[in-house]
């Protein structure tokens, strides 16, 4: 059955996104089924990934990648396993359409959802005999692209963005990723770490490939000043103002940042603090915070599908994270001409050089992160010249259509 019979057979359709359901527990907006339904030389990469709420960083990979890919010869789909359930993949649906990405939803109710194989092993039945990638983000997508192939021809390729260790299962995941990996053909890692963890894991040197996290440069770009952007989310002009983006997770040590924005205004600085994010941890930092009575000093301001204006508001942008890949909101944060003072952590020091386009700091150190901010803070000059330096190296080096032709590259030596 061929995908358009198949959407011609009673499908149900979602009107508030434009979703139709396109096998069962299978739904795709309708650039995917555009794309998937007219016929096509160009091979099909399926971004696949596993995803809760609102997404993390790689959503910003991925859900760019096809406009940047067709161009050089590529189709492409994300196709998200989440848990029909969860109301916050409404923001990725809407992030999609407004990157004109295809995306296909597939029905997940969690790790001991075995039917989750027969609703991909639906999808693919209905895509052809086109050349095929499968392109897995985690450990689940991986395991499920080596499942799948043993019935569709198609080559297989993995990007590793990080393991985190959240709960007890989390490790038995990351075995079962590092397992996988080195059955798939061809590796990506976006920080040196991860790079040395494949390799320590035992996947085969000729297959891994280090390319770092990228972003587009054009839509990055700083349209406001710090005074029109402060205006726009309502933040008083005169209050310096520290900003940081990311999920609300132990691994971001966000709990060292509101201490350290603290000990700045114990000290009499009028100084605040902005973080734009959610996840599990925002109750309890939203309860270190009143009980260190900042309550008018910090602001939570919960997921922002497009923080633009924040990035722009922000005097200076702090990333205290204990443990990362290579983050993209500081790619973002550089890209908007704001200095950056960050942890020096995994990938961190390949971006950040110390002195000319960012400052960096031990990590789990809230003295040491204040005193950098409040360098930066009472010193324009030094401000001025690490929010050009941080631009400057963004474009240079840290290009969204210069990794997408290595990646391509990479899809091209597989075929």
Excluded at 46 to 62: F, N, Y
Excluded at 118 to 129: H, M, Q, V
Excluded at 235 to 241: F, G, I, N
Excluded at 299 to 309: D, L, S
Aim: charged share 25%; aromatic share 8%.
């Amino acid at each position: 059955m061929s995908l358009n019979s198949l959407m011609n057979d009673a499908p149900t359709v979602d009107e508030s996104v434009g979703n139709e359901t396109i096998a069962s527990g299978v739904t795709a907006n309708a650039r995917a089924r555009s794309l998937l339904s007219e016929p096509s030389s160009h091979p099909l990469v399926l971004h696949v990934r596993i995803v809760s709420g609102t997404g993390g960083g790689p959503e910003k990979t991925i859900l760019h990648s096809p406009r940047f890919l067709h161009p050089l010869g590529y189709d492409c789909v994300c196709v998200y396993l989440r848990d029909p359930a969860d109301e916050g993949f409404a923001a990725i649906q809407r992030r999609a359409e407004t990157a004109d990405a295809p995306l296909v939803a597939v029905d997940d109710a969690g790790a001991t959802d075995y039917r989750i194989y027969a609703r991909l092993d639906e999808l693919l039945k209905r895509l052809g005999n086109r050349p095929l990638i499968w392109h897995g983000h985690d450990y689940k997508s991986n395991l499920a692209g080596l499942w799948l192939r043993r019935r569709y021809p198609m080559q297989l390729v993995s990007t590793v963005h990080g393991w985190v260790l959240n709960t007890w299962k989390t490790p038995l995941y990351y075995a079962i990723d590092r397992w996988c990996l080195r059955r798939y053909e061809a590796v990506v890692c976006v920080s040196t770490d991860l790079f040395d963890a494949c390799r320590r894991g035992r996947v085969p040197a000729d297959r891994l490939s280090m390319i770092d996290n990228a972003i587009d440069t054009e839509q990055y770009r700083r349209r406001q000043t710090i005074a029109q952007a402060k205006a726009a989310i309502d933040w008083p002009e005169s209050r310096k103002l520290i900003g940081a983006v990311g999920r609300l997770s132990e691994e971001k040590g966000f709990a060292f940042l509101i201490d350290a924005v603290g000990q700045l205004v114990q000290q009499g600085h009028d100084v605040g603090l902005v973080i734009v994010g959610d996840g599990p941890l925002a109750e309890t930092l939203k309860t270190q915070i009143e009980q260190q009575g900042l309550s008018e000093r910090i602001r939570m301001a919960g997921f922002v599908a497009n923080p633009e204006t924040y990035y722009q508001a922000f005097d200076v942008y702090a990333l205290s994270s204990l443990r990362e890949g290579l983050p993209n909101v500081l790619l973002e944060a550089m890209a908007f001409e704001v200095p950056i003072v960050a942890t020096r952590i995994a990938g961190v020091p390949r971006l950040i050089d110390g002195h000319r386009n960012g400052l960096l700091v031990s990590p789990s150190d809230p003295e040491g992160l204040a005193a950098e901010i409040k360098r930066v803070l009472e010193d324009a000059a030094l401000a001025g010249r690490l929010g050009q330096g941080g631009r400057e190296t963004v474009v240079d080096k840290f290009c969204f259509q210069k990794r997408m032709e290595k990646m391509a590259e990479i899809y091209r030596s597989l075929a």
